[in-house]
Every structure is written in structure tokens, then in C-alpha cells.
């Protein structure tokens, strides 16, 4: 039997190119999709005939390529009636389920004689409803399916006694029918390596998503997990991970993976046992993954570290332990902080998730949350994350208050969905909202949903850009929340923009980085020396935003030619030198402490690259070597540069003054940091040429 298996679309919830590239770099947008790639595995081991049109790749080439008159959703229907298959089998999930279902309803219409099949996490939920909603929808096989489909496959092609297949919803002589689950897939190890080569492999890819287990044995109100993989608690063996990672190494030349589990430490005894295994094997592997912070403490931490862990997603949700025990999450917060700290400790990258709008959480609640955000932000491998709480069909919290949602102009962002929906997606969900409930907001009777909307703006955004300025705010002057209404009395002023797409687009400008700046230092925060530390950062680093570059070069001094009195010196292109009145190092480490850092006083000399966040590659560098980087603009002649320099060498014998600003200049063209030309009747302009240079570290730094 012919099969084309269809991805669920992630990436097309962006519609511009800048807006998806910020994306590019999560796993759920950039790599392939496990679930079908796995069922894709299986069915051509048993030598059925499989294609995958992979719809987030075939929308990169939209966006790049094509005549975009034309809607995607018609050239990705295209794209899939073009393969010939006896079925069509669509994965889903909530954020673009509106978007499959017309590309399935296209496809239906040009191959009325195909079946159209949905599965994934989405069509599982809501099957009877979608079969009553979609005729053009045949079947929908819910739950796992590596076990499934093959039987599906087997009935369509014989006797067609679908009442046979388990997990199978599907129309009837007495209407739509659902048949009873069957058991969960015990052994994962059986399930072959996903096919990647149906997607045209991994090549390009920074890193692998590879399946480490299923279930979850927990039952928060506001999760679908267990609809889908169900509670059973399931790990593939240590033996089986690793030689999946082998082997992906060894075709693709990827050593690092996103082991995809959301409750991998929950048995700690497997989780030592994998761990053992991956440092008894010699493999120098980094892996990902995501656990409770409940299920993990300090020795733990320190033996995943050691077996190749470089990062740990925790799903916080909520600061607030009265909200945790409300939506049966029951997390301790203060061990929740003791998880984020040891992370830190043994070098992992931690990743804080929190959520609001939960119908019962009141301003305290709120406030709790965000100083478990502001937490996470004052350690430098820690990024804590927010989402405004989507009602997912069928979990406890969308039955609660089914009657009681509500369609924004922007809605929750817990699944990816961009700023924008589409016109005709939003008849769907308009029509059907027990099918599409993910678009609708919850009610908040104890706050202001508009807030909450442009709260998680302003702090993803605020964080993104100013996090040592919101941390150095934080400790000082008002907690993030207070912040952030004062903000919203300044903004309404400065940019009146209702909540919505624009609100959206407003908050990832350039706009709102300047406002925000123009806000704090007119605020009280800017009387503080840690505040002002920062502004004076950001307004040193602004400043170097707009140097200009020119064409017009000199000939370059060969590196193995000794400099000449006469020889013009310039500053490599990307050796940016700030200079400042504070140590920022140490600012930044006393916020980490939350302590007052010692004042030290200036000139503070640092090199940058020329990238969106300074801070995380800020070299502190000797004073000396700042004032001949200060002097190095293209303007000076060396002779001129070492009679400017040399009288501040106060505490070298004169005699000596000359060779040691000489050697400080060969250490820095070593370095990369600077460029000598030979001298010509216009001399050259700073950051006249980009040079291939070596990152350094002089005189300490960060």
C-alpha cells in the first residue's frame, strides 16, 4: 500500500522570515519530526511504500523562493497530492491544526479516491468531533501508532474490518465510531530509528532529537501529555539510546542530541543507569533533556553532567505553591531554586518555564511567578521563559471552563503560534471552538487579561535584550511586575497600541529596546550606581551600533614585517571597545550573588563582538591595552602612538617606555585586535577592513 505521510506545520505560524529565524534554533521548528519519521521507520521495514512531505522545510522554501501570490496552503496541498498514495496520512498538533485541516480538505478534493487519515497529539483528543466536523477527514488513528497503523494498513488492504483496529475512530453504518484503546508500547526498543532520509536526512543540523521515552505518570489540569503517550512511564534502554546516537554521529557528524522525554529523571535509578552507561562507553556525546525539579538534586546533577548533560528544560509553571497544588502540579519552589542553582553549578544550561493565566491565580500568585522568572534570570546559563496558559481540548482546565473562553487578537503562545492567524484559519476556529479551544483564552477573574498579554511581551523581550539592566532593576529598585506598570503608564504614552499583532511586533523592534532604555533613565531606578552601571553599558554599546564602515582600503602590513614609526594603525572590524566608569564584571557578579558589587574606579577598558547580546562576549582587557586600542582609529602614525602612550607608563623607567608600547602592539596585532597598514596620503578610517581574527582574552575577562 501507498502511504505519504504529512508533517504537522510548525513553521508556518510565521509569516515573515525574521519572525521565524528567531525560532530556527528550537529543535520543534528546525529538526525533523520524530513521530512520523518513526512511523515512517516502521512501515518501510515492513515494505510498505513511504514518502514524507515535510511541510516546515517546504515552507522555508516558500518564504525564500517562491511567488508568494500564491497561498502555501495551496502549494502544500499541491506538494502532497502530488505524491501518488492510496492514503494520506496528516500529523497534527493544536497550533496548526486549523492549517492541516484545509491542506487535507485540498488534498481530498484532488485524490477523492485516497483515504485521509489524521493522527498526533491533536486529532487524538478531539477524533469524534473532527470526523462529525471534516468529511474529507476518513480515519483517525489516535495514541501511539507504530503498532497500530501496520493493522490499519492490514484491514484497508483485506477485509476493511476496521472495527478490529484498536485506537481507530472512523465513520460507521450507526455514524462516527470509536474503538478501545489498546495497550501502550511497553518495549520502545523495538521501534526502529526514525527514518530520517525521508526528510532528506539531518545534514546542517547543530544537533538530533532522539526519542528517550513516553508517559507520564502525573496529572496536571492544563496538560494533554497523557491523551496522547498516556501515563505509563516508559524509557528505551541505555544500550539502544546510545547506539541510535552512534550511528547518527558516524552518518551525519552530529555529537550533540535533544533527548525528547518530558519526565526522563523520574526514575532515578534509570536515569544513573543511562548515565553510567554513556561515561562506561567513552563516547563524548552532549545531550539535552527535561525533568522535574522535584526529581533531581545535586549528586544527580553532578553525575549527568559528567556523562555529557549540557542542558535541562524544568517546567516550573507557576511560583506560587498555592497555584501548584491548584493545578495538581505540586511543585516546592525552594527546591524548585536549588535545581536552577546546581545546574548552574556543574555548567549546564538550564531553561525556566513558567506559566500565567491560570483562571484562579490572583496578583500575589502572579507576582510569585515572576520573581521565580526574575530568579532564573540572575544566572547567566539559566532562561527563564513565560506563556499565557492555552486551554488544550479535553485536559481538565479546557472542561472546567469550556463555556468560558474566549477569542483574542492574540492568544496564548504555549504551542508556537505566531503573531498573526490566518483569515481562513480563523473561520475554523470561529465555527468549531471544541475543536480548536487552544486559540482561546481563558477567563481571569482576578486579573487583567490584557495585562497578562503584554506582560509576557515586555519580559521575554526585556530579559532578551536588558537582562543584567532587569536584574541590577530587580535587586534595587521595584520587582518585575511593579516594573512593568510603570512601564505600561509610560508606554501607552509613547506608543498607544491596543493589545494584538501590532502590541506583538511593537515589543520585537527596535521601538521598544530605545523606549525602554528612554524609560529607565527617566525613572527613579537610574538614582541607583548598579542601574546606572548598565545604562552607561548601553549607551557605550549603542554608540559603536553606528560606526560606519568604509571601502577604501590601505595595503595591510604583512604579519611577518616588523611595524615602522610611519605604519598607520587600525583596529580589526569586530574589535569594538567600550570604555567604562564601573567594572561591569563585577557588577554582574554581584548580581548573580545579589549582593553590591565593590566599586572600583575607572577607566574600565572592554573588547566585544559585534553581536545582538555584547554581554555575553564582553572581554575585560589591561588599561593599557584599552588606550591603544583608544588610539588605534586609523588616525595615528605608530611614532604618534607611542608619544602618546608612553608618558602614561608612569611606573616604567622612561627608557623603557618606547619598546614595551611597541611590544603591547605586536601582542595585539598577535592577537587580531589590530591591523597595520602602510601609510598613504589619505590615511584609512576606523574598521576599514574585516579581518579574520582570534577571539582574546587580555588582561582577564568575561
Known amino acids: 500500500m501507498k502511504v505519504c505521510l504529512v508533517t504537522a506545520p510548525i513553521a508556518t505560524e510565521f509569516k515573515q522570515r525574521d519572525e521565524l529565524d ?11 519530526q520524530l513521530g512520523v519519521l518513526s512511523l515512517g521507520a516502521v512501515l518501510g521495514a515492513r515494505g510498505d511504500s513511504v514518502t514524507v512531505v515535510d511541510l516546515d522545510r517546504a515552507y522555508l522554501r516558500y518564504l525564500d523562493y517562491s511567488n508568494q501570490g500564491r497561498p502555501f496552503v495551496e502549494q502544500a496541498a499541491a506538494l502532497v497530492a502530488a505524491e501518488e498514495a492510496d492514503l494520506y496520512g496528516f500529523s497534527t498538533i493544536c497550533s496548526s491544526y486549523p492549517f492541516t485541516v484545509r491542506i487535507a480538505r485540498a488534498v481530498k478534493a484532488a485524490r477523492p479516491e485516497s483515504l485521509v487519515l489524521f493522527g498526533g497529539p491533536q486529532a487524538t483528543v478531539v477524533a469524534e468531533r473532527s470526523l462529525s466536523a471534516f468529511p474529507f477527514v476518513d480515519l483517525i488513528l489516535r495514541g501511539e501508532s507504530e503498532v497500530t ?54 545534514e546542517g543540523l547543530p544537533r538530533a532529537s532522539l ?32 547506539r541510535d546516537m552512534r550511528y547518527i554521529a558516524e552518518t551525519y557528524g552530529i555529537t550533540q542530541f535533544e533527548l525528547v522525554h518530558d519526565m526522563f529523571t523520574i526514575d532515578r535509578r534509570r536515569v544513573v543507569a543511562f548515565c553510567e552507561a554513556m561515561i562506561a562507553s567513552g563516547e563524548k556525546f552532549l545531550w539535552s533533556c527535561s525533568a522535574r525539579t522535584d526529581f533531581v538534586d545535586d549528586e544527580l546533577l553532578g553525575l549527568m553532567a559528567r ?17 501548584q497544588k491548584v493545578i495538581d502540579k505540586h511543585l516546592n519552589i525552594e527546591q524548585a531554586r536549588h535545581a536552577v542553582v546546581a545546574t548552574e553549578r556543574y555548567d549546564m544550561i538550564s531553561t525556566v518555564s513558567m506559566i500565567t493565566g491560570f483562571p484562579e491565580e490572583t496578583e500575589e500568585d502572579l507576582r510569585q511567578t515572576l520573581r521565580m522568572f526574575m530568579f ?162 548601553e549607551a557605550a554599546w549603542s554608540s ?9 582600503t590601505p595595503r595591510a602590513v604583512s604579519d611577518v614585517r616588523a611595524i615602522r614609526d610611519t605604519d598607520i594603525l587600525v583596529r580589526t572590524s569586530g574589535t569594538n571597545l567600550i570604555e567604562l566608569s564601573s567594572d561591569i564584571q563585577s557588577v554582574i557578579n554581584a548580581l548573580k550573588c545579589g ?22 562576549r564582553l572581554y575585560g582587557i589591561s588599561r593599557e591595552l584599552g588606550r591603544l586600542l583608544q588610539l588605534c582609529d586609523g588616525q595615528h602614525l605608530v611614532q604618534e602612538v607611542v608619544s ?59
Request: charged share 20%; net charge neutral; aromatic share 10%.
Open 376 to 537: 532564573s534570570a540572575r544566572f547567566p546559563q539559566s532562561t527563564p521563559y513565560v506563556n499565557i496558559l492555552a486551554p488544550l481540548a479535553e485536559t481538565p482546565v479546557h472542561v472546567k471552563y469550556r463555556d468560558q473562553i474566549t477569542l483574542g487578537d492574540l492568544s496564548s503562545d504555549m504551542s508556537q503560534q505566531g503573531p498573526v492567524r490566518d483569515a481562513e484559519d480563523l473561520k475554523l476556529i470561529n465555527k468549531y471552538p471544541d475543536i480548536f479551544p487552544n486559540f482561546y483564552l481563558l477567563p481571569t477573574p482576578y486579573l487583567d487579561r490584557n495585562l497578562l498579554l503584554e506582560l509576557r511581551e515586555f519580559a521575554l523581550n526585556a530579559f532578551s535584550h536588558f537582562r543584567w539592566l532587569l536584574c541590577a532593576i530587580d535587586q534595587t529598585s521595584y520587582e518585575l511586575f511593579d516594573l512593568f506598570l510603570l512601564w505600561q503608564k509610560y508606554r501607552t504614552k509613547v506608543q498607544p497600541i491596543p493589545v494584538g499583532p501590532e502590541m506583538k511586533r511593537y515589543y520585537n523592534s527596535p521601538s521598544f529596546r530605545s523606549d525602554f532604555l528612554c524609560f529607565v533613565q527617566r525613572s527613579s531606578a537610574a538614582e541607583n550606581q548598579l542601574v546606572r552601571a548598565f545604562l552607561e553599558f
Open 211 to 242: 526519542e528517550l521515552g513516553r508517559g507520564c505518570p502525573f496529572a496536571c489540569t492544563f496538560c494533554s501529555t497523557n491523551d496522547f503517550f498516556r501515563r505509563k512511564f516508559r524509557l528505551r534502554s541505555p544500550g539502544r539510546v546510545i
Open 644 to 702: 602618546k602612550l608612553a608618558p602614561e607608563l608612569a611606573e616604567i623607567d622612561a627608557s623603557q617606555r618606547k619598546a614595551v608600547v611597541l611590544g603591547l602592539i605586536d601582542a595585539a596585532r598577535r592577537e587580531g585586535l589590530v591591523q597595520a597598514f602602510t601609510q598613504r596620503r589619505e590615511r584609512p578610517h576606523l574598521h576599514d577592513v574585516a579581518i579574520p581574527r582570534r577571539v582574546a582574552k587580555i588582561g582577564g575577562g568575561r
Open 307 to 323: 556523562a555529557g548533560c549540557v542542558g535541562v528544560f524544568y517546567g516550573v509553571e507557576t511560583g506560587s505553591e498555592r497555584l
Open 595 to 616: 549582593t553590591e558589587p565593590v566599586w572600583v574606579l575607572g577607566p574600565h577598558y572592554y573588547v566585544t563582538l559585534d553581536q545582538a547580546d555584547p554581554l555575553k
Open 149 to 202: 497503523m501496520p493493522l490499519l494498513l492490514d484491514e484497508l488492504s483485506g477485509n476493511r474490518e476496521l472495527s478490529r483496529v484498536p485506537n481507530l475512530t472512523y465513520r460507521g453504518p450507526l455514524g462516527v465510531q470509536r474503538n478501545p484503546n489498546g495497550p501502550v508500547i511497553e518495549d520502545l526498543d523495538v521501534i526502529p530509528l526514525p527514518a530520517y532520509h525521508l526528510t532528506g536526512g539531518l
Open 22 to 32: 528567531s525560532c530556527l534554533d528550537q529543535p520543534a521548528v528546525s529538526g525533523p
Open 544 to 552: 559603536l551600533s553606528h560606526v560606519t564602515h568604509t571601502t577604501d
